[in-house]
């Protein structure tokens, strides 16, 4: 390794320490980690149904509600439970243990991928890419917000380890865990599907059943109820992300037609099923980095969420690529690093030039993000001549 190879990994180190250190002081800060699902967590210990708290809330504000700032309970009691650790905390220890804790998965995510898509690479390309994965805003928001997309990324990378090591069971439980925020993972059961690793996917349902079923029980409500409450909840807090496909309809003006993105988010969901069961065994990478994407456009996620966009990252410089250098690149470029600017420029000013400017910016992430898919898809479908499937730390043929 050179003098200036080292030199700049320092330099990459430094920037992601900093970014660190802001994301966590933003996460302690008094407004900070307003995402975290604590109260309804919490809510959940104390036998209690956090939804039907959070509906009394919506039609009586009260200054002392037991919902903090925005952490309104837009979760599955199968997923709430998972925060019970947390929840066992008063609240500005919560937050701090929870801002650490996705320093912890952030790991867990650059090693995993580092191991997948890099087993051919030398250590310092899993260091390099996890430095810019890190500087990134979204990543940095994450922190700062107490989002949960870490936490579900971190035990799905787990879960596809355990896949490639046959641990069926230790595989679906981890594969569980990570749905606690669905509609970022929910897209990856293609993958398991495209493995026929049914026994997997048998214990992902068996395990969220019987949770809802005992935590019906736990409150004394239905767990058909409490699934269809958090849904209701979810239906009032979430609006519309910046590049699903209600954001596509929204810019032509179309927002309000909901029967619409609901036809188009499933139908994205299925034929991209379909064309990962029937040719990601293939490329199983680029499976991975095309659900990635999916699951930006088929369900609501703020600019946050695009921390998912490490998948893509790591998959832009693994031996299974396959072009799409530009469009891979200037995406995560403008998602990751001029994003910052944008949210500056909508918060600070009323110039109409300024504001069309934003416009455009908006219109040209979405043709990126849904070329990018679309080329994925498009790779995926028609590149036929790898023989040969990477997945984990070996070559495995199909």
């Known amino acids: 390794m050179d003098s200036k190879l080292k030199f700049g990994l320092v330099i990459a180190g430094l920037l992601a320490a900093v970014s660190l250190a802001q994301g966590f002081r933003n996460a302690i800060s008094p407004t900070g980690s307003q995402d975290f699902q604590w109260s309804g967590s919490r809510l959940l210990l104390q036998h209690e149904d956090p939804y039907a708290v959070q509906f009394e809330a919506f039609k009586r504000p009260k200054p002392d509600s037991p919902i903090l700032m ?58 390099l890419l996890g430095c810019l994965f890190i500087m990134g805003t979204p990543f940095r928001n994450t922190i700062g917000n107490g989002q949960h997309a870490l936490f579900s990324l971190a035990f799905l990378v787990i879960a596809l380890h355990l896949l490639d090591r046959n641990r069926t069971f230790a595989a679906g439980v981890f594969l569980a865990i990570s749905l606690f925020k669905y509609t970022v993972t929910i897209p990856f059961l293609a993958y398991f599907i495209m493995k026929r690793r049914w026994d997997t996917l048998l214990v992902v349902a068996g395990l969220h059943l019987i949770l809802t079923l005992v935590l019906g029980v736990w409150v004394g409500k239905s767990p058909v109820s409490l699934l269809i409450d958090h849904l ?167």
């Open 70 to 127: 925005d952490q309104h309970p837009n979760y599955p009691p199968s997923g709430l439970v998972l925060l019970w650790p947390y929840a066992t905390f008063p609240w500005p220890m919560a937050r701090a243990m929870w801002a650490v804790s996705n320093f912890i998965f952030a790991g867990v995510i650059i090693m995993g991928l580092g191991r997948l898509f890099l087993q051919d690479k030398p250590w310092w390309w899993t260091f």
């Open 232 to 398: 209701r909840v979810a239906g009032v807090v979430n609006e519309i992300g910046f590049a699903d496909t209600r954001a596509v309809l929204r810019l032509l003006g179309l927002a309000n037609h909901q029967q619409w993105w609901i036809a188009l988010s499933s139908t994205m969901l299925v034929v991209t099923t379909v064309i990962i069961v029937r040719r990601g065994p293939r490329q199983p990478l680029l499976a991975l980095t095309t659900l990635a994407l999916v699951s930006v456009v088929a369900f609501y996620h703020l600019t946050y969420d695009n921390v998912v966009l490490v998948l893509p990252l790591f998959y832009l410089t693994s031996r299974e690529r396959r072009g799409g250098v530009l469009l891979y690149g200037t995406l995560i470029g403008l998602l990751w690093y001029f994003e910052k600017i944008i949210f500056f420029l909508r918060s600070h000013t009323d110039n109409i030039q300024v504001l069309e400017g934003i416009q455009i910016y908006d219109w040209a992430v979405i043709i990126f993000f849904y070329a990018t898919l679309f080329g994925a898809l498009r790779t995926l479908i028609a590149d036929s001549s790898d023989r040969r499937a990477v997945l984990g730390t070996k070559l495995e043929p199909v």
